[in-house]
Structures are given as C-alpha cells and as structure tokens.
C-alpha cells in the first residue's frame, strides 16, 4: 500500500481489532490499550519516513506523494492524497500527539475501554484525512467522519455535562460543514460549467476564475465552517464546555489537532481558492482575530478552572494564527503554521498537566491547589517549562511563532501588530499568576501534601513534549524549511494569482450576472467560443 494512505488507514484498521480484543469484564483491557498505543506508535514511525522522504528543496514546493485513483467518475470525484510542506508537519503532529493522548487515559478511562481505544484510532484517521485530501469531496468525508468519534470521547468519557458539551460541539461544527458542502458542490458545478466535466480536485479548482459574486458566497461559506472550528471570536461559545468536559485525551486532541483544521483550512482553501475576497474580507477576519486574542486572555484571567483557563487560552492564540495568515505575507504565514505546531504541543501539554493534577485531586480550582514546588517537584518543572513555553519564552517554541506573525502583522498593519502584542503580556499574566498559585505558598490542605511525584508513565508522557517545546524554540529551521518553499508559493497564488481555466460563453447566467462587471473593473469572468 502507498505511504499516505498507509499512514491514514492503518489506525482505522487497528481500531476494530482493538474492539474485538476487549471483553465485557475488561480483563483484556490492558492488552487492548498496549495494542492501541502500538498502532499509533506505528503510525508515527510512518509519519517520521514520509518526512524524511519529504523534499524541501524549492523546487519541492508543490504536492508529494500524490496517490490518485477514480472513485466516483461521473462526479469527477477521485480518491486524491498528497502532502506539502504544511500539511506534512500537521500530519507529523497528529502521529506525535495521538499516543500521548492514548497513554494519558491509562489510568483514568477505566470503562469501556476497547471502545474508547477505537474511537481514539477512527478519529485520528478522519484528522489524518483531512491533513492529506486534495479532493474536496474526500476532505469533506474525512471532515464529518472525524466529528463522530470526538462527540462520542466527550459524550460517553466526560465529566458532569458531557452530553451538553458534546451535542453543542457536533451542532456548532456540522452548521458549518453544511455550508461548506454547498459551497464544494458549487465549485464543482462552476469547474462543469467551464469544461463539461465535474471536478472536486483541489488543483484543478485552484485553476478556476470564479465570477466575483459566487466568490463572495463561497468564501463566506468556507470561512465560516473555518472560523468555528478555529474557533475564532465569537464563534468559540463550544470550546470552553467541550475542553471542560472532555476526557483528557478528548481535550489533548481537541486542542493539539481538531482546532488546527479551521486554520489549515483557510490557508489551503479560503485564501487560495477566493484570493480577491480573501483580501477584500482579511481585515475584518483580522479584527476578529484581534479581538480574540485580547478577550481570550481576559476571560481566561478570570477563571478559576485551570482547564477553562487553558480552553479560553487557546482562543486567545489561534487569534495570533488567524491574524498571521490574513497578513498574507510570508512572515505571517510561516508564522501561523509555525502557532500552529506550537499551540498542539504546549496546550496539550497544559491539558496533561491539568489532568495528572486533576487525577490526583479529582478537582481542577485553582484555589484547592497551592505549595506543589516542594511536594510534586517534577511535575512542578515540567509544568513551568509548558506554561514558559505557551507564554512565548525566547528560546522556547511559542516565541518563533508569535514573533513571526507579529512581524507579518506589522508589515501588512501595524495596528493589528500593536493591539496583539498586548495578548503576549496578558498571557504571561494570566499564566504565571495560575502557575504561581498552583505551585507556590504554603500547603494549606493535607491532600496536596500526600500528593506523588511524575509515575514513570507520566514521565513518557511529558518529556516528549517538554523536549519538543525545547528542540522547536532552540532549532526551528529545520520546521521552517520544510514549510518554506508551499509557504511561498501559497502567498505567491493569493497575491498573484492567474487563473486558467473559465467560464464557457453564457455559462454565468446561470449564476446571474456580475454586478461589478459594468462599472469598467478587471473581468471577473471570461467569456469563450
């Protein structure tokens, strides 16, 4: 079997095996979670070859590892897989974070085990599919496929109000997966008007000059199915009650990769595909974006929830990645991919932390902890090296990406740049005073002081991730050049974009006519013999 499909199957394949091992009395349960962690484990290994097999020379900037085959002809709809230098790192994050997430539920999902095992397994293949899909219909497959196992992780695995948090997340997302279906279904419509044939390819619909007013619908439509997934101001009502709800491992993945799906996708979609609205609509998606990242941070201030905190946390930073890639630069967009990888490693290592505190105590108040320095010192380090890091500290990981979209920021609009930096300082704010009364003081309740140090589990979680928090900030050229040459050429196709393929005479009447076409502005559509 070809390499991509390899890597994105082989965990749907092991999540029935991992099914059908489990018993009723669950006493096979430890061997369904080794099986388990053996296929991500797997998995990951693969991602790592596909890597080192990547070409991130210049002139490796377009897809690689294509795999190509018609799955439904009449629709133009094939089964289409190819990698660039962004996707690729996304799909190394995911095989990194997905046994981290197994092995943080060894000991706190003790109920129907093999089936929490499985949908573990079938979710990380929808998130793989959606990092690898340059069919928009496959993408779209993969896009809802994966939603089904997250509402089952919340909605059987979660605390108090799981069933709350989990109908609120499947009904926010699918609002926009709906949109975006009509929208995908209308370019392949366009693509039949232009050519007679139908066509979900995502390189053949880069191709197309779509007329101006369908552009606007359509951009709409994407965005906004983006935007909630992001989630990005004030689209973000369902992320605070799905982080609070979820399962460790639900939150691990749900802030280390589902959230990266809204922002990947506007970078391979909503700006490539619609680059005149795209930059018509940036500032306003900027705003947003701003506003999210200062109101992010006050909220999260005020909490007193550590894992509401981190959950308000996250809008307030996926804020930074939106603003990066409406700056439309090459820093700023080299920087959002850069967040991105960031954000999936250190909140989801605040998420562990949170939860190792949380199994100890079974309560996540900040006021019931205070004086950890002298009982749990390792967990202490590894905590403050994780919250350094979400905070932007030079020579840690979060600082290359904030920096960098900073500096995009800057050269697009200083004032977007001036009002982000202020989400810096209230992030270190807001972090380090958590940090400070979770960790420092005197022990004012004997649970705490009979609290233990890191098992030997929870170091194989943890220094992972510390040590990737450490390898990104010290050495991200390596990252870097391998997003660099599809960094390019993505701006390159936003800001120059040429397009090849058109409209066939009288074809547009079908969509109605283009009100900007008469006031002497460049033809939208072309019309041919």
């Not at 490796?60 to 962004?86: C, M, N, T």
């Not at 196992?149 to 695995?157: C, D, H, Q, R, T």
């Not at 990645?321 to 290592?349: E, F, K, P």
């Not at 600082?399 to 001036?418: K, M, S, T």
Request: proline residues 5%; glycine residues 8%; neutral net charge.
């Amino acid at each position: 079997m070809p390499m991509l499909s390899l890597i994105v199957f082989l965990p749907l394949a092991g999540a029935p095996v991992a099914l059908v091992t489990g018993d009723r009395e669950g006493e096979r349960d430890a061997l369904v979670r080794w099986l388990s962690l053996a296929v991500s484990l797997v998995v990951f290994a693969l991602t790592l070859m596909l890597c080192a097999g990547f070409d991130a020379s210049p002139a490796g900037a377009e897809f690689q590892f294509i795999e190509k085959r018609e799955w439904i002809p009449a629709f133009g709809i094939s089964y289409h897989l190819g990698v660039d230098g962004i996707s690729l790192l996304l799909i190394v994050l995911t095989g990194f974070l997905t046994p981290i997430a197994l092995l943080s539920s060894w000991g706190s999902v003790t109920k129907r085990t093999p089936a929490f095992s499985f949908f573990i397994l079938a979710l990380e293949t929808g998130m793989l599919g959606v990092f690898a899909s340059l069919d928009l219909f496959l993408f779209y497959v993969f896009w809802d496929a994966m939603l089904v196992p997250m509402y089952f992780l919340i909605g059987v695995w979660g605390y108090d109000r799981r069933i709350y948090a989990a109908v609120k997340f499947i009904l926010y997302t699918m609002a926009g997966s709906v949109l975006m279906l009509i929208a995908i279904i209308g370019l392949a419509y366009l693509h039949y008007s232009a050519t007679g044939a139908y066509s979900f390819n995502l390189l053949d619909l880069y191709r197309l000059d779509i007329p101006r007013n369908l552009s606007v619908w359509f951009f709409l439509a994407f965005t906004l199915a983006f935007a909630i997934k992001v989630p990005l101001f004030p689209f973000h009502t369902w992320l605070p009650d799905a982080h609070v709800e979820a399962p460790t491992a639900g939150s691990v993945i749900l802030a280390g990769v589902l959230l990266k799906m809204g922002t990947y996708g506007l970078v391979r979609f909503s700006f490539p595909l619609f680059p005149d609205v795209a930059a018509a609509f940036a500032p306003y998606l900027a705003v947003l974006a701003v506003v999210g990242i200062v109101y992010g941070a006050l909220v999260a201030m005020v909490q007193p929830d550590m894992k509401k905190l981190v959950a308000y946390s996250s809008v307030s930073h996926l804020g930074f990645v939106v603003l990066g890639i409406c700056a439309m630069n090459v820093q700023g967009m080299q920087g959002a991919v850069y967040q991105m990888l960031n954000h999936g490693v250190s909140t989801g290592g605040l998420f562990l932390i949170v939860g190792m505190l949380s199994d100890r105590r079974h309560t996540r108040l900040i006021s019931e902890f205070g004086g950890l320095k002298k009982v749990t010192p390792q967990l202490v380090a590894a905590f403050l090296i994780i919250t350094l890091a979400s905070i932007a500290m030079p020579g840690l990981n979060g600082f290359i990406g904030e920096f960098l979209i900073l500096v995009g920021a800057w050269r697009w609009d200083p004032r977007y740049a001036a009002i982000a930096a202020t989400g810096v300082i209230l992030s270190a704010v807001y972090m380090l005073w958590m940090f400070q009364r979770v960790n420092y003081g005197p022990v004012t309740k004997d649970e705490n002081g009979r609290m233990k140090d890191l098992s030997t589990r929870e170091w194989t979680i943890l220094v992972p991730i510390v040590a990737m928090s450490i390898l990104m900030g010290l050495l991200p050229a390596p990252f870097l050049r391998a997003m660099e040459p599809s960094v390019n050429r993505v701006v390159e196709r936003v800001i120059n974009r040429q397009p090849a393929v058109v409209l066939k005479k009288g074809s547009g009447a079908f969509f109605g006519s283009d009100p900007t076409a008469e006031k002497g502005s460049r033809p939208l559509f072309h019309h041919v013999d």
